[in-house]
Structure formats: structure tokens, C-alpha cells
């Protein structure tokens, strides 16, 4: 069994900004992910897939220089929390969605986890992230770092999953929401930031939800707190729990 773990764009990147790294936070990150088995990190795209992605219309527009670019551009943030991940001393190996997965529709219907448990299995940490993906209806498409994770989690059977966001979990009304479930949904007034190419808070919450009712429960937390995310991977009840539960 595995652990999967995303730390989202907002933390490792200037969203503001164009292909703009946070270095301090990327080695925060790495300094947390030595000496954990069976660990999977996904991170998102943040300002180097966002920006290039709304300038080639993508996902709605599909053209080889606009799908090259993208995905160069998140591989080069994924090049540099390698990089950061083989400092602090773990084992990092990259995994680019383009090469490995089909989607149809904007969803994922295909996907070689082989390589990954592989990876796993002789002590190396793979590292995936947001991408650009072909797709058998549309062409192509993005395909986000939270859809990657709820399906390796399943197809993976995943023990733990957890989602670092740079806020203390599911917010109502400024308070962290220690429990969700589905029946709890549509009665809060969640608190979101605009929405990216890749959705928002509310479609994070319902891609796992859509994991809990298959038996797997996740955590989101805030990992742009120092420790945050070692606690977390040791099993400690921090952010919003995820939980199975059909309205």
C-alpha cells in the first residue's frame, strides 16, 4: 500500500506571477519527504501550467505548440523540485502525466501505475503533477494534480491521502471544518479563491468525495506551515478529514 501526497501550485509557485518558483517553500517541502516507504508526491502546475494553458486556450483549443509549451513549462517546475527532493537526501524519480495516461472527456480512463509501484517498491519516490494529457474525446486536455491523486488512490489502494493547500483545510465562514461529508456539501458557504484552469476548492472536494464513497478517506491541510507536512505523512489529524458518506 502507498501513501499518496499533493502539494498544490499555490504553495510552490507565485501564482501572481509567470513561472515563478518559491524556492524557500519548494526546499521546505523536500527537507519533510526523506524516509517515508512507499510515499507518492504529485505537486501542482501553479504559475508554470495556469499561464501558458489560458494563453493557448487550452484545454478548449488544442495545438501542438500550445500542448509543447505547457507541458515543457510544468516539467521545468517538476525539474526543479527534483532537483530540491535530491538534495535533502530522498530518492525522486519523474513521472509526466502526458506520457502514461489516456483521458476521455477530461477524465482519466487509462493509466500505467506499473512503473510507479515498481518505483515504490525498490525505495524511490515518484513525482508527478499537473499536465496536459491526450484525451479520446477532446483531443487533449489538463489533467489536474487532484484527479491524478484520487485516481492512483484508487487504482493504488492508497492508506494514505493527503492534499496541501496554503489554507488550514475547508473553510466555512473563516472556520476550518474538522469533518466533511458529502450530505455537508451543499449546505456551506465555502470560502474560495478565484478558479483556475484546474477548478477550485468546491472540485477538490468533490473528486474526494468521490474517492471517500469508494472507501478511501483524505485529509486537506495547510502545508505552507513548517512540519505540516511530516505530521500529516506520520499520521497526525490535522486540516479537514474527507470522509465516506452519501447524501
Given at each position: 500500500?502507498?501513501?499518496?501526497?499533493?502539494?498544490?501550485?499555490?504553495?510552490?509557485?507565485?501564482?501572481?506571477?509567470?513561472?515563478?518558483?518559491?524556492?524557500?517553500?519548494?526546499?521546505?517541502?523536500?527537507?519533510q519527504l526523506k524516509g517515508f516507504?512507499?510515499?507518492?508526491?504529485?505537486?501542482?502546475a501553479g504559475s508554470f501550467g495556469?499561464?501558458?494553458?489560458?494563453?493557448?486556450?487550452?484545454?478548449?483549443?488544442?495545438?501542438?505548440?500550445?500542448?509543447?509549451?505547457?507541458?515543457?513549462?510544468?516539467?521545468?517546475?517538476?525539474?526543479?523540485?527534483?532537483?530540491?527532493?535530491?538534495?535533502?537526501?530522498?530518492?525522486?524519480?519523474?513521472?509526466?502525466?502526458?506520457?502514461?495516461?489516456?483521458?476521455?472527456?477530461?477524465?482519466?480512463?487509462?493509466?500505467?501505475?506499473?512503473?510507479?509501484?515498481?518505483?515504490?517498491?525498490?525505495?524511490?519516490?515518484?513525482?508527478?503533477?499537473?499536465?496536459?494529457?491526450?484525451?479520446?474525446?477532446?483531443?487533449?486536455?489538463?489533467?489536474?494534480?487532484?484527479?491524478?491523486?484520487?485516481?492512483l488512490a484508487s487504482a493504488m489502494?492508497?492508506?494514505?491521502?493527503?492534499?496541501?493547500?496554503?489554507?488550514?483545510?475547508?473553510?466555512?465562514?473563516?472556520?476550518?471544518?474538522?469533518?466533511?461529508?458529502?450530505?455537508?456539501?451543499?449546505?456551506?458557504?465555502?470560502?474560495?479563491?478565484?478558479?483556475?484552469?484546474?477548478?477550485?476548492?468546491?472540485?477538490?472536494?468533490?473528486?474526494?468525495?468521490?474517492?471517500?464513497?469508494?472507501?478511501?478517506?483524505?485529509?486537506?491541510?495547510?502545508?505552507?506551515?513548517?512540519?505540516?507536512?511530516?505530521?500529516?505523512?506520520?499520521?497526525?489529524?490535522?486540516?479537514?478529514?474527507?470522509?465516506?458518506?452519501?447524501?
Open positions: 500500500m502507498v501513501k499518496i501526497l499533493k502539494v498544490g501550485g499555490s504553495i510552490l509557485t507565485d501564482k501572481s506571477g509567470y513561472a515563478s518558483p518559491r524556492p524557500d517553500l519548494i526546499r521546505q517541502m523536500a527537507s516507504p512507499g510515499l507518492i508526491l504529485v505537486h501542482g495556469h499561464a501558458p494553458a489560458r494563453r493557448y486556450g487550452l484545454p478548449g483549443k488544442v495545438t501542438h505548440e500550445g500542448l509543447l509549451f505547457t507541458h515543457q513549462s510544468v516539467a521545468d517546475l517538476n525539474r526543479q523540485i527534483l532537483e530540491a527532493l535530491t538534495m535533502a537526501g530522498a530518492r525522486p524519480l519523474p513521472v509526466h502525466p502526458l506520457s502514461c495516461l489516456v483521458m476521455r472527456d477530461g477524465r482519466i480512463v487509462r493509466m500505467m501505475t506499473e512503473p510507479l509501484q515498481e518505483m515504490v517498491d525498490r525505495g524511490f519516490l515518484p513525482v508527478l503533477h499537473g499536465d496536459v494529457a491526450m484525451d479520446q474525446v477532446c483531443g487533449a486536455g489538463i489533467v489536474s494534480g487532484d484527479q491524478l491523486v484520487t485516481y489502494c492508497a492508506e494514505l491521502v493527503a492534499l496541501g493547500t496554503d489554507v488550514d483545510g475547508v473553510l466555512c465562514q473563516g472556520q476550518t471544518i474538522p469533518v466533511l461529508e458529502r450530505a455537508d456539501l451543499s449546505g456551506l458557504d465555502l470560502w474560495e479563491r478565484s478558479a483556475d484552469v484546474t477548478g477550485s476548492m468546491r472540485g477538490k472536494i468533490k473528486e474526494l468525495l468521490d474517492l471517500a464513497d469508494n472507501g478511501v478517506n483524505s485529509r486537506i491541510f495547510n502545508a505552507a506551515v513548517p512540519g505540516n507536512i511530516r505530521r500529516v505523512l506520520d499520521g497526525e489529524s490535522l486540516g479537514t478529514l474527507i470522509r465516506g458518506g452519501r447524501a
